[in-house]
């Protein structure tokens, strides 16, 4: 960063799946396995529109929808060790990430729509935990999951960082909406959606490829 360059931020927010770990992929396999156990005849770019970056809540009350009943409590038992065996076996960083981080000369902290467990045992599954720890905000411990933006908010509260001087990177239009509603700029990592499916805004950029991170947001302006 050059002296003579005021940076257009003071801290990064990342969320989680699909852009510091490589996981949606294997969500979807194991989605579309259990919407055909339960009887919903669907395929994975359905399920990737529907639940890539949504919140548990939101998944289940999709469920119902499309099966037309409502699921019995602990329904979901069943298929618990189906996501933990994919992850276990085949759960790799996002491409480029370490990188990414490694160049970054400001804090970063985590916004994810995942529970605490899921969000630990996948960055330890992928050696990245130290690299977040104390810095790990989950929707679990909020009133409303993304698209609301309570969980960037605590991120930016845990970094002790004005939501504005923040850059927030998702891979959801339901996060970028997340991280727009938190008054952050917004990098939509474009990894398993098309710019055009996000939310177009003046303070939204996009993002190709995460090893690009470090020098793509010093070159960063927004209005």
Same mark, same amino acid.
């Given at each position: 960063m050059t002296r003579d360059r005021?940076?257009?931020?003071?801290? +990064?927010?990342?969320?989680?799946?699909?852009v510091i770990v490589d996981s949606e992929r294997l969500a979807i396999e194991v989605e579309l396995?259990?919407?055909?156990?339960?009887?919903?005849?669907?395929?994975?770019?359905?399920?990737?529109? @529907?639940?890539?970056?949504?919140?548990?809540?939101?998944?289940y009350a999709t469920l119902e929808q499309q099966l037309g009943r409502k699921l019995e409590p602990g329904w979901d038992a069943k298929y618990a060790g189906w996501l933990d065996e994919?992850?276990?076996?085949?759960?790799?960083?996002?491409?480029?990430i370490e990188q990414a981080l490694d160049g970054l000369a400001v804090p970063f902290a985590l916004a994810s729509n995942s529970r605490n467990a899921r969000i630990r045992s996948? @960055?330890?599954?992928?050696?990245?935990?130290d690299r977040f720890e104390g810095r790990i905000c989950s929707a679990e411990d909020e009133a409303h999951g993304k698209p609301a933006p309570d969980v960037y908010l605590s991120a930016a509260r845990t970094l002790g960082i004005d939501p504005a001087r923040c850059i927030a990177v998702d891979d959801s239009?339901?996060?970028?909406?997340?991280?727009?509603?938190?008054?952050?700029? +917004?990098?939509?990592?474009?990894?398993?959606?098309?710019?055009?499916?996000?939310?177009?805004?003046?303070? +939204?950029r996009f993002l190709d490829d995460m090893r690009d991170l470090p020098r793509v947001i010093e070159q960063l302006r927004f209005p």
């Amino acid at each position: 960063m050059t002296r003579d360059r005021v940076p257009a931020y003071d801290a +990064v927010v990342f969320d989680c799946d699909g852009v510091i770990v490589d996981s949606e992929r294997l969500a979807i396999e194991v989605e579309l396995r259990i919407a055909t156990d339960l009887g919903w005849e669907t395929d994975a770019d359905t399920l990737r529109k @529907l639940f890539v970056g949504c919140s548990s809540e939101f998944y289940y009350a999709t469920l119902e929808q499309q099966l037309g009943r409502k699921l019995e409590p602990g329904w979901d038992a069943k298929y618990a060790g189906w996501l933990d065996e994919a992850f276990a076996e085949r759960l790799q960083p996002i491409p480029g990430i370490e990188q990414a981080l490694d160049g970054l000369a400001v804090p970063f902290a985590l916004a994810s729509n995942s529970r605490n467990a899921r969000i630990r045992s996948s @960055l330890s599954t992928t050696r990245l935990l130290d690299r977040f720890e104390g810095r790990i905000c989950s929707a679990e411990d909020e009133a409303h999951g993304k698209p609301a933006p309570d969980v960037y908010l605590s991120a930016a509260r845990t970094l002790g960082i004005d939501p504005a001087r923040c850059i927030a990177v998702d891979d959801s239009p339901t996060g970028v909406l997340a991280a727009q509603r938190a008054g952050m700029l +917004v990098l939509a990592f474009t990894g398993h959606f098309d710019a055009a499916d996000f939310p177009q805004h003046e303070r +939204v950029r996009f993002l190709d490829d995460m090893r690009d991170l470090p020098r793509v947001i010093e070159q960063l302006r927004f209005p």
